[in-house]
């Protein structure tokens, strides 16, 4: 707070319920020294302390509303109270409820604590989306060769953890939504014009109509019915602005659960050369290899076909294709069928030491 002299809250709350403040007037406030005055709103003052901000300022209205649900209950049941109130509601033709709180003010307080819930959860969220989106923008970076994206995509997995999670929130606050919803149409509901003609109504007025002299009645009365109606009126208009903030909120997880199906599309759209790939062509060269060998081992041997005899490199002959005959032997002839001829040298072949290709 600055140099001025607020209320405490306590203060300003008691004011507000024995109608010695009205909520619609502006408030009298003065410095430190007493020398200055100014004029705020009801709204304005209750800004002021530190404790209470446009994060919680609906919280706020409604604790004060819970508080003066409980003051009205017993007004309206006042014994010089309650044959007026009722007139008032059959001048409007309109039955007079057994209780005048509405149902969204039973209900409140686990409203509010989801809503806090959902608004750290909203934050944690986005920053995931964030974070998320700055690995993913790296994949993008990576060479087709670079072993970080042979990998089955790394971020795959937390891509989809993400979707899953974003969805499961999104569920979580189109029911708080609903809730909201609900509580909006039930403020349709709430006799606006009836409140409007009690706070016109003066403590004399009920004197009056009871043909009393004196009653416990509050002197401001009429300021407190209006209090109440302003107060349902702020609350209201809170209640509006946080259904958009829900609503923000939701538009938010769905942009980011089209962002994360993105990513999740684009890995098929990435260029990278499969591990199955690099091992083929690595197979590849060990062949050629081995066939390079084996053309330089036969290079080293030369084959004759004038002789069949084989020779080496300097030109000796390695082996000799017509048997050595010692002088004194005889070879036996052996007859041999003309058509036998190809298949007896086919034969001799086979017989050889050294294969040929």
Not at 227 to 250: A, E, R
Request: charged content about 30%.
């Amino acid at each position: 707070m600055s140099d001025w002299s607020y209320m405490n809250f306590e203060q300003l709350i008691s004011n507000i319920l024995n109608g010695d403040i009205c909520i619609k007037d502006p408030i009298m406030i003065q410095n430190s020294t007493g020398d200055k005055t100014n004029h705020i709103s009801f709204l304005s003052h209750l800004l002021e302390f530190k404790n209470i901000h446009d994060k919680n300022i609906l919280e706020t209205l409604y604790t004060i509303l819970s508080i003066f649900d409980d003051e009205m209950k017993g007004h309206v049941r006042h014994k010089h109270m309650k044959p007026v109130i009722e007139r008032i509601y059959n001048e409007w033709y309109t039955e007079c409820p057994a209780s005048h709180k509405l149902k969204f003010h039973e209900t409140g307080k686990d409203f509010f604590k989801k809503n806090k819930v959902h608004t750290s959860q909203h934050k944690l969220h986005c920053d995931s989306c964030t974070t998320l989106k700055d690995k993913f923008q790296k994949e993008y970076d990576l060479s087709i060769n670079d072993p970080n994206i042979v990998a089955e995509q790394p971020l795959k997995p937390e891509i989809l953890h993400n979707i899953d999670d974003a969805k499961q929130f999104k569920q979580e606050l189109e029911s708080h939504l609903q809730v909201i919803t609900d509580a909006l149409e039930e403020y349709q509901s709430f006799e606006w014009p009836i409140y409007i003609d009690l706070s016109m109504k003066h403590k004399s007025l009920y004197l009056k109509h009871n043909m009393v002299q004196e009653s416990s009645i509050p002197a401001n009365i009429h300021t407190i019915f209006s209090n109440y109606t302003f107060l349902h009126s702020l609350f209201k208009k809170q209640l509006i602005q946080q259904k958009q903030v829900i609503q923000q909120m939701i538009d938010d997880i769905n942009s980011q659960i089209e962002e994360f199906e993105g990513m999740n599309k684009s890995f098929e759209k990435l260029a990278f050369i499969h591990s199955s790939v690099d091992d083929d062509a690595d197979d590849a060269d060990v062949d050629d290899d081995a066939d390079d060998a084996d053309v330089d081992a036969d290079a080293s041997t030369v084959v004759d076909d004038a002789d069949d005899n084989i020779y080496d490199e300097e030109g000796n002959i390695v082996e000799d294709s017509v048997p050595e005959v010692k002088e004194d032997s005889v070879p036996e002839e052996v007859p041999v069928k003309k058509s036998s001829k190809k298949s007896s040298k086919k034969s001799s072949k086979k017989s050889s030491t050294i294969s040929f290709f």
